[in-house]
Nanobody
Framework: QVQLVESGGGSVQAGGSLRLSCAAS????????MHWFRQAPGKEREGVGF???????TYADSVKGRFTISKDNANNTLYLQMDSLKPEDTAMYYC???????????????WGQGTQVTVSS
């Protein structure tokens, strides 16, 4: 059973916006941490940020002030609003769920299939 499904990726010019969604199963959405990660070709995976069950959020310095993580508890959906996009934001974006902090598919309880974001200059 697929637990996390991302959508909303695409191509956008620098300065533009995109909103990613992550539809979760109720079981995945019940985890304390809901994360967004990204990975660009040839680069290490990067944690974009996460939201806790209480709604508090934490962001990587590289996206702070530009990206916003939110969730819809009624619909078990996680969001990533990305504004003022830069070419360096180009990556595959993944959502994940875990009871605590995690770093990738090997130690996050649930991991999505990813959605591609491409930002052109």
């Amino acid at each position: 059973q697929v637990q996390l499904v991302e959508s909303g990726g695409g191509s956008v010019q620098a300065g533009g916006s995109l909103r990613l969604s992550c539809a979760a199963s109720a079981f995945a959405f019940s985890k304390r941490y809901m994360h967004w990660f990204r990975q660009a070709p040839g680069k290490e995976r990067e944690g974009v940020g996460f939201i806790l069950r209480d709604g508090s959020t934490t962001y990587a310095d590289s996206v702070k002030g530009r990206f916003t993580i939110s969730k819809d508890n009624a619909n078990n959906t996680l969001y990533l609003q990305m504004d003022s996009l830069k070419p360096e934001d180009t990556a595959m974006y993944y959502c994940a769920a875990s009871p605590g902090g995690c770093y990738g598919p090997a130690n996050c309880d649930f991991w999505g299939q990813g959605t591609q974001v491409t930002v052109s200059s």
